[in-house]
């Protein structure tokens, strides 16, 4: 049962097999913006980016954000994006493999969120850039409850890298 306040959710979408009737993974992630908005309210959407592949996958992804608001309490959206990744055609197989659709829920109006099955903020958002420059795009102003840095704040590192520490002198 779900609780009747409403909650946004940061979702992360990405995308590196086209599906029957959508040519590339990103008529994949439209598809799957255009299948979410009918289920919920979409506060924002960030544009659709290319990105490079994380693990074996040598195929690049489709990756974009979303922000939903739904009275679904984390475990039930869960569900709902994990049956919605099945019907795009989303199968079980090796990890960071090549993938129809991957949906994420990576922050929520309710701070932190531990289970068996699903932690909140997303345990490793803070390092990919492929999560963060979108998301930072359509919510820089929200904050990791974690470290308390917004989203600009923490993309901020993929936009200005930090410089190699130089060799130390041979001498």
Not at 23 to 48: E, H, K, N, Y
Not at 86 to 91: D, M, V, W
Not at 153 to 165: E, G, W
Request: with cysteine; net charge positive; hydrophobic share 40%.
């Amino acid at each position: 049962m779900s609780n009747q306040t409403p909650h946004r959710y940061l979702i992360a979408l990405g995308s590196n097999r086209r599906k029957l009737g959508m040519v590339t993974p990103q008529r994949v992630i439209q598809g799957c913006l255009q299948a979410l908005a009918r289920d919920f309210p979409l506060d924002a959407i960030s544009p659709v980016r290319p990105s490079d592949p994380l693990g074996p996958s040598r195929r690049r992804y489709a990756n974009a954000a979303a922000i939903l608001t739904t009275p679904l309490d984390p475990p039930r959206l869960l569900a709902e994006l994990k049956a919605m990744e099945r019907q795009f055609g989303r199968r079980r197989g090796q990890r960071w493999g090549e993938r129809v659709l991957d949906l994420d829920i990576i922050l929520w109006s309710g701070g932190t969120y531990h289970s068996k099955h699903l932690t909140i903020p997303h345990i490793s958002f803070r390092a990919r850039a492929f999560v963060l420059k979108p998301a930072a795009q359509i919510a820089p102003a929200w904050r990791d409850p974690v470290t308390n840095r917004t989203l600009r704040q923490l993309a901020s590192r993929f936009l200005h890298p930090k410089p190699l520490d130089p060799e130390p002198h041979p001498f």
